[in-house]
């Protein structure tokens, strides 16, 4: 039976990939920042999932993580590295502690996450990393969240070469717009979500927004035998967007 780690797996595409994965038989654990987000999903989350509360800024929350894994599964045949934030800001309004927050939730805890995990990922394993499509496109506001997320993606191919003589893969990724339940919680008027999401769903040739499961599938396919030839590599997930010149 496989193992397979996610963090970030108590809401979105996570959650989603979580549930996806345990309906074709792995073990999965799903990770939360907080004791809150742990115990609203654990309810109802399907046989084989366990959830557990690892904030990924915590060096010694993802100790003691590594430490559960090891006692559960022995090993891990998928970490799905997907914990992450978003703020957007501009260039003028970033302060450090914006700064900071998304740099050290984005990518010095994917980054070390991975380390502690390593010794635990059994050959031919799957590391697969969440980045998306504005570390690559253009977005107002979101440079510092995009850079974040963006040096992940720059360490994808020498990670790759790092872990090839185990036959461990590393891939990424990239998510366009995706209906999730982020701006549910933005405390936005339902009026202004639904305009959102239809703005953003013009600006995509396929003219919707993508669904969740499509990202689970795609995290599915990475960590599969048939993706066993894939390193290194992203793929990106939208759609068409960003396709377009005009």
């Known amino acids: 039976m496989p193992n397979a780690l996610i963090t970030g797996g108590t809401s979105g595409i996570g959650l989603a990939t979580a549930q996806l994965l345990a309906g074709r038989g792995h073990r999965v654990v799903v990770t939360g920042s907080t ?3 742990v115990a609203a999903v654990a309810p109802g989350l399907p046989e084989g999932v366990t959830a557990v509360r690892a904030d990924s800024r915590s060096l010694p929350d993802i100790d ?20 992450g934030v978003f703020r957007a800001a501009t260039l003028a309004t970033v302060d450090e502690k ?16 991975l380390q502690k995990m390593e010794p635990l990922l059994a050959e031919g394993a799957s590391v697969v990393i969440t980045v998306g499509i504005a570390a690559t496109r253009g977005v107002a506001g979101a440079s510092v969240a995009a850079g974040s997320r963006g040096a992940l993606l720059t360490m994808v191919p020498s990670l790759a070469v790092e872990l090839a003589p185990r036959r461990i893969r590393v891939n990424a990724v ?16 339902e009026e202004d979500i639904a305009r959102i999401k239809r703005n953003q769903a013009e600006q995509i040739p396929f003219g919707r927004l993508g669904r969740m499961t499509e990202i689970a599938e795609t995290v599915a396919f990475l960590a599969s035998d048939g993706a066993a030839y894939v390193t290194g590599q992203e793929i990106v997930v939208g759609g068409g967007a960003g396709l377009t010149l005009f």
């Open 35 to 37: 004791d809150a987000s």
């Open 64 to 83: 003691r993580l590594t430490d559960e894994v090891r006692t559960r599964f022995g090993h891990l045949d998928l970490l799905f590295l997907n914990a």
């Open 98 to 113: 914006m700064y900071d927050e998304l740099f050290d939730v984005n990518a010095k805890g994917q980054f070390f996450t």
């Open 174 to 189: 990239s998510p366009g717009a995706i209906d999730t339940p982020l701006l549910g919680k933005s405390g936005l008027p």
